[in-house]
């Protein structure tokens, strides 16, 4: 999807909670190993929400860090675009939780999920909206609390995950700034490789589905690393050649934070050197619907984004979902 009224992000905020998760810590609750860890994946240290904290309150600390930044108030806000698979509840919407919360009651509001996906999700939908829709402006939300779905004597999933939320104010720009293109897909003939098999309508809680840890993720790690490391490269290339560019005019490139194995080899298959990529999965984990705009927050502020910037991010997640968008910063 190109975007023709430049459509871009003129604010950005991130939040993770200060409980940290070390990979000394699971040595002593799982079969695993600080060097197991790191050399699989990349991560070292996650961040895990207290039990009374959920997923609209890390919404609302990066909410909040982007209105500031925007110097806007909650009541300007148009519309609000929560992107999680691990919702306050199965009704109502996420979103509208984070609406009472900021007091951002002349905005419509509702959730996606697109898992690992749903931040890039959200700003195409949002971008939309303002482009052919009566909004000025949006609100757009990418957290999860992953860890409240972990299954803590799995290590095949365990070690991985985190909370984390990043938020990101979107409005109308100068010409030739802002999202150029989006690039969505998605495989619904991989969706029992990364999935929560319980609490929804096809098998609702119940004490045999409680038993069987039908309530945290569960996933076919070998083929989502496939799966990951051809879409990544097949979304980058794409979402680029779409708008006339090529990865050579790429000034920074933010993939979804699963896997440092991922990464790089996805880095190799589109030659952009290692200084363009940001990584922050090795203080996070996989954060899910949080893991890009974490890690956009954390380019930003290490001044890493530049006026004209051309800036890619692209994700993947269960469903199976995956794509990028385009930006010239």
């Known amino acids: 999807m190109k975007n023709p009224e430049h459509v871009g992000i003129v604010a950005i905020g991130a939040y993770a909670p200060p409980k940290l998760l070390t990979n000394a810590d699971l040595e002593k609750m799982v079969d695993t190993s600080d060097e197991w860890i790191r050399t699989r994946s990349g991560i070292s240290t996650r961040h895990i929400a207290e039990p009374e904290v959920a997923t609209s309150d890390l919404g609302l600390h990066a909410a909040k860090l982007a209105l500031e930044r925007a ?23 996420t979103a509208c ?15 996606v999920s697109a898992a690992c996906s749903g931040f890039i999700y959200s700003l195409t939908i949002a971008s939309a909206l303002i482009n052919d829709g009566p909004f000025n402006n949006a609100l757009v939300v990418g957290a999860d609390c992953l860890s409240k779905f972990t299954d803590y004597t799995d290590r095949g999933t365990c070690v991985l995950l985190g909370d984390g939320a990043g938020a990101a104010i979107l ?5 030739g700034r802002g999202l150029l293109n989006s690039y969505l897909r998605a495989d619904g003939r991989g969706v029992d490789c990364l999935v929560i098999p319980g609490g929804g309508s096809r098998t609702p809680a119940s004490e045999e589905s409680i038993k069987n840890h039908l309530h945290y993720v569960h996933m076919n790690g070998a083929e989502v690393f496939k799966f990951a490391v051809r879409v990544l490269e097949e979304a980058v290339k794409t979402a680029l050649e779409q708008v006339g560019l090529t990865t050579d005019d790429v000034d920074l490139i933010i993939p979804h934070q699963a896997n440092i194995r991922i990464i790089d080899s996805a880095a190799k298959r589109l030659h952009i050197p290692a200084d363009r990529w940001v990584i922050n999965l090795q203080n996070y984990g996989n954060t899910s619907a949080g893991s890009i705009p974490l890690a956009l927050n954390e380019a930003y502020e290490a001044g890493r984004l530049h006026e004209g910037d051309v800036v890619v991010l692209t994700g993947f997640g269960g469903g199976l979902t995956w794509g990028a968008i385009v930006m010239r910063w």
């Open 171 to 175: 409005k109308k720009g100068p010409e």
């Open 97 to 111: 939780v984070l609406q009472r919360e900021l007091g951002a009651f002349n905005a419509a509001a509702f959730d």
């Open 71 to 93: 110097g806007m108030t909650a009541e300007e806000i148009d519309l609000i675009v929560f992107a999680t698979i691990t919702p306050d509840y199965i009704q109502p919407s």
